[in-house]
């Protein structure tokens, strides 16, 4: 009952008296260990709990009590404090991994890194991370603040695709060392999977390949292709292949006991080739002993026994071709059979060799008759072909002296048949000829030449109808006489219809003659063109005509006669014209002969000694015509004077074409001399020279007059051109003013140099273009601002240029890869080998400050495990004010992140800043701030400022 009116101070309803009483407990009790513990956990004040946390100084009750938070279902924010205050009393131990052994038996893995995350050992922590399983907690490591090392270690340890993705998300931004890793993992699975899926299609491909095979047809190399796809599986890794090993195993087995069906089937198939073999080789003798049989029998005597000895032999021989034949070959089979009717004909001719010997004999008695030699050529043939085939003599056995006889006679009527058949064929071929060439003139209508080769062709064919060469060629002498007959009936018909056709040409000729002497209008000399046309008609028909009528041709002469009376007189009066026409040619060419040996060529009047030759052409001409003979003549003799004259005046012309020729030369000169107006006033003085020097050849006359006008309009057309517009005089003034005040604004702000220095060289030509027409006080002002620039341009030039400046960007850029790999954690070369080239000047301060940053960055590679997070800061921070230091130069805006920093800045440096009111910043001190930025260490590392950077140095130097 007193209880409740004394409870304790750490059970006081206020938090103050708990809190008081909390700083009086200790954790060595075990009583106010468990009083702390309760506090810690279940009391309703924060500050309480965290006191209660703070006054447990012992590193087991703290696990203890982070056991019994983690125990509870929602732990709350005093965990965190019990973690915090336990790293805090671990980074004390000196053996902190007992202490570690001792929490991960009793405490959650994710709260055991909380605690080591926020000690100083990072050995412990990496050791942790070797040991971590849960790949959810690697990525919390990975993207937490830890050491770098410490989240490489976390990230290599994972391995789930999906965990990989997840982290290449979340670090793409910001953790380029992790993303890095995460990528190259990315890479390593897809590849891995990559191969996966090959080796699977592969597997597949050779299942399919063997299951076809087990399937499909044989051919020759199938054992070969089993063999091959057996080895080719066997390549594959088994995890792959043990999805498929049951039905490969199966197709293959299919494939194994088909090549064994197919090889004992090749066994079986090579035995009874051998057997076939044999029965062949024992046919092939047969067939030997039968030929030298045939052999025998031909050279045996006429021996009855003997014959009969034969035929039993080729009873033999059938008899033992008959066990044989199911297995001989084709040729084998013929070959036999051939030999068997060889036999047969041999024998049939050796009994009857006698009686064919008698026939012969008795045929060669009966040749030698007269009577047989006189009968025709083709019944001889015919005897004597009859005979032989009676005969038949075999062609490979000796024919005797009667058997010879009766072949060289077969051969001496068949050349003579040969003779005779080209004889009648030449004669045939003749005859062939000839009709066509009477067919041709009957085509034509020349009735002589056609009865010239009906004559011809008649006796052609007489000698083709004797008997001898009827006998030859049968049938073809009637088609050929058939032929001459249809053509000579054409023949006969052509002249009789010919006669009647051409005698009313005749009478109408007549007729037209008569009229054509009646006419009196028509001119002589076309009247004497028609008589002749008609005279020429008439003997073209007469050439034609069968029948020569005297009475038709007394009519027609009569008519010719009187038509060219009247033709005749004109024709001796053009005669007398002719006559007159060459008398006062012969006079023109005497008075012209006699003009021209008085001209002095040297001091003539050339345009008048051409004026009166030229007159003296157009009275040549006008008495025309002449007789042919003395007209030609004479007309060779003035050509020839004219000629000479000719001859003087193309020397002239020659002469005015090589002084116009110069005058264009001269005119072409003056188009691009730089004096527009003075080339004018020489254009005129060539102009006035032109009209001078006189023609020249008219072919090339209006050639030169078009090129000297085009250089003479060229040449005034530059005249008129460099003459400027007002237009263009005001507009010049105007861009001058405004590239002034460009230029002008380049020593308060200087910005764009490359860009003003190429308006510098822009108006340089402007002014030359209008020098004498722009302000002299304009360009005094661009002259001065364009200098000052130019200067600038100079002193920077300098600068850059010396030896030891070019080693700053030099040895930066090594600085710039040795920190890329500390980045990267990859170090392909060593300090010693990557600054084996160094060489600056340490009394250099930009020398000083890049070899500054060199020891710094050896030093943290010398170091190993050192937190860059600290040097990236400082950085930043030297990167951002060297960017607000050059946009205070260049009067530009900051970004709004950085107005405070800038105001601090300049607030820090106001009296410098006053000094610099007084002078001007020049390109020198610009690209001296650029110089400093390389001697800030792991400068690259920010790309925005850098961009910042390399945009605001663009905008002064382009």
């Not at 045996?300 to 066990?323: E, I, N, P, V």
């Amino acid at each position: 009952m007193l209880s409740k009116f004394f409870k304790p101070k750490w059970q006081h309803t206020s938090p103050t008296i708990r809190l008081n009483a909390v700083k009086n407990l200790r954790d060595d009790c075990d009583d106010q260990y468990r009083i702390l513990s309760t506090l810690a956990i279940h009391d309703p004040d924060t500050h309480v709990r965290h006191a209660a946390i703070e006054r447990i100084n012992s590193i087991n009750n703290l696990i203890r009590l982070l056991q019994s938070s983690a125990s509870l279902a929602e732990p709350g924010s005093h965990s965190e404090v019990i973690e915090t205050h336990l790293a805090h009393l671990l980074s004390a131990e000196k053996q902190p991994e007992k202490l570690l052994e001792q929490l991960e038996q009793n405490v959650a893995p994710a709260a055991i890194w909380r605690v080591i995350c926020k000690t100083p050992f990072h050995a412990l922590q990496n050791q942790f991370v070797e040991q971590i399983e849960d790949e959810l907690q690697l990525i919390d490591i990975a993207i937490s603040s830890s050491p770098i090392n410490t989240r490489k270690k976390a990230a290599e340890r994972i391995t789930e695709p999906a965990l990989i993705e997840q982290l290449l998300k979340l670090t793409r931004q910001n953790d380029k060392a992790i993303h890095r890793i995460m990528r190259d993992k990315s890479s390593l699975i897809r590849e891995q999977q990559k191969q996966q899926q090959t080796l699977q299609l592969h597997a597949q491909t050779v299942l399919e390949q063997i299951t076809h095979l087990s399937t499909g047809e044989w051919y020759p190399l199938y054992p070969a292709k089993h063999d091959a796809l057996l080895q080719d599986w066997s390549t594959i890794h088994s995890s792959t292949t043990a999805v498929y090993q049951s039905r490969f195993d199966e197709a293959s087995h299919a494939c194994i006991q088909r090549i064994q069906a197919v090889l004992d089937k090749e066994a079986a198939n090579e035995k009874e080739q051998q057997r076939i073999l044999q029965v062949r080789e024992a046919a092939a003798v047969l067939i030997d002993q039968m030929q030298q049989c045939i052999r025998d029998l031909q050279s045996a005597g006429q021996s009855s026994d003997s014959f009969a000895m034969f035929a039993q032999q080729a009873d033999q021989f059938k008899t033992q071709w008959a066990l044989l034949a199911n297995d001989t070959s084709s040729a084998q089979q013929k070959a036999f059979d051939r030999l068997q009717n060889q036999f047969a004909t041999v024998y049939s001719h050796s009994i009857s060799i006698e009686d064919k010997l008698n026939s012969a004999s008795e045929f060669l008695a009966s040749y030698e008759k007269t009577a047989f030699k006189h009968k025709p050529l083709q019944e001889k043939l015919k005897k004597a072909n009859a005979i032989i085939k009676k005969i038949a003599w075999p062609e490979n056995a000796d024919k005797p002296q009667p058997i010879q006889q009766l072949d060289a006679l077969l051969q001496q009527l068949n050349q003579e048949k040969q003779q005779q058949a080209e004889k009648t064929r030449a004669l045939k071929d003749k005859l062939q000829v000839q009709l066509e060439q009477l067919e041709s003139n009957i085509e034509s209508g020349s009735i002589k030449a056609a009865d010239k080769a009906s004559r011809k062709a008649s006796e052609l064919l007489t000698l083709l109808n004797n008997p001898v060469n009827r006998s030859v060629n049968g049938s073809t002498n009637d088609a050929l006489d058939q032929q001459y007959k249809g053509l000579v009936l054409r023949l006969d018909e052509i002249k009789d219809w010919q006669g009647f056709a051409v005698t009313p040409k005749k009478e109408q000729l007549c007729l037209d003659m008569e009229a054509l002497a009646e006419q009196t209008a028509l001119p002589h000399p076309e009247k004497a063109k028609q008589i002749k046309a008609l005279q020429q008609q008439w003997k073209m028909l007469d050439a034609t005509d069968p029948f020569h009528s005297q009475a038709i041709w007394k009519r027609f002469k009569t008519a010719s006669d009187k038509a060219y009376e009247p033709c005749e007189v004109f024709f001796a009066q053009q005669n007398e014209a002719r006559r007159y026409n060459l008398q006062q040619k012969e006079l023109i060419f005497s008075e012209v002969a006699t003009y021209l040996q008085q001209i002095n060529w040297e001091t003539c009047d050339w345009r008048s000694v051409e004026q009166i030759i030229q007159t003296a052409r157009q009275e040549w001409r006008r008495f025309t015509p002449v007789d042919r003979t003395p007209g030609q003549a004479l007309q060779i003799k003035f050509n020839e004077l004219l000629l000479e004259a000719e001859t003087h005046f193309q020397a002239i012309k020659e002469s005015s074409m090589a002084v116009k020729q110069k005058l264009i030369l001269e005119a072409e000169s003056l188009t691009t001399a730089d004096d527009a107006s003075a080339a004018a006033e020489q254009a005129k003085n060539l102009q006035k020279a032109w009209k001078e020097c006189g023609p020249t050849f008219h072919s090339q006359e209006r050639k030169l007059w078009k090129a000297f006008r085009v250089h003479c309009d060229t040449i005034f057309q530059r005249l008129q051109d460099e003459t400027p517009s007002r237009e263009a005089l005001q507009s010049a003034r105007q861009q001058l003013k405004q590239i002034i005040e460009e230029l002008s604004a380049f020593e308060e702000t200087p910005l764009n140099t490359q860009k003003k220095i190429n308006h510098i060289n822009e108006t340089r030509q402007l002014i030359e273009n209008y020098k004498e027409s722009l302000p002299p006080h304009d360009i005094e002002k661009f002259n001065k601002a364009a200098r000052y620039i130019e200067q600038q341009a100079s002193d920077l030039t300098r600068f850059v240029d010396n030896a030891e400046i070019q080693k700053l960007f030099e040895h930066a850029q090594l600085c710039d890869q040795f920190e890329e790999m500390i980045l990267q954690n990859n170090f392909t070369a060593s300090p010693e080998e990557l600054f084996k080239n160094w060489q600056l000047n340490s009394t250099n301060d930009f020398h000083e400050k890049i070899t500054k940053r060199r020891n710094q960055i050896e030093s943290i590679a010398s170091s190993g495990e050192v937190d860059l997070e600290p040097l990236l800061a400082s950085a930043d921070k030297e990167l951002r004010e060297i960017c607000i230091r050059l946009e205070i130069a260049l009067s530009l805006p900051s970004p709004e992140r950085d107005q405070a920093l800038r105001m601090e800045y300049q607030m820090q440096r106001l009296q410098k800043a006053l000094e610099q009111q007084q002078k001007s910043v020049n390109l020198t001190d610009i690209k001296t701030l650029e110089f400093e930025c390389l001697s800030v260490p792991f400068r690259l590392t920010n790309k925005t400022l850098n961009k910042r950077f390399n945009q605001l140095i663009d905008s002064v130097f382009n």
